[in-house]
């Protein structure tokens, strides 16, 4: 049995459908969030080839040698910002933002208004 409630399950199908994906513009990327207690992960996927561009999470030793703290607002505010960068070396800016489930306030949305800050367009 998963550990993620059937609720949630149910709100992430929700949420990926009403993205509708499949119908956007296939050169661009999902922006795919997920979220433990502690820390922040994203993932640029390219569902046309089906693999990861592109990932940043807080957990990493990139965040902490930045001296930067890895949980809460923090985190969520460095990992938009480097996972602009990396797309923006990789020329891409557009991409679709896939919350996954997780509501659009805290974490999920200052990784969102970073992001958008340093480059990205959703």
């Not at 993205?19 to 569902?47: E, G, H, M, T």
């Not at 891409?92 to 659009?104: E, I, L, N, Y």
Request: proline share 2%; hydrophobic share 35%.
């Amino acid at each position: 049995m998963s550990r993620l409630s059937a609720k949630f399950i149910r709100s992430c199908k929700r949420i990926r459908h009403n993205l509708k994906i499949k119908k956007k513009d296939p050169s661009s990327l999902r922006l795919c969030v997920f979220k433990s207690n502690k820390f922040i992960y994203v993932q640029a996927i390219d569902d046309a080839k089906r693999h990861t561009v592109a990932s940043a999470s807080s957990n990493s030793k990139e965040c902490r040698a930045d001296n930067v703290k890895p949980y809460g607002m923090a985190g969520s505010e460095w990992v938009g910002k480097r996972i602009a960068e990396v797309l923006r070396e990789k020329n891409v800016t557009k991409v679709v933002f896939d919350r996954s489930g997780w509501k659009m306030h805290g974490c999920v949305k200052m990784l969102a208004d970073t992001a958008r800050k340093y480059g990205l367009v959703f």
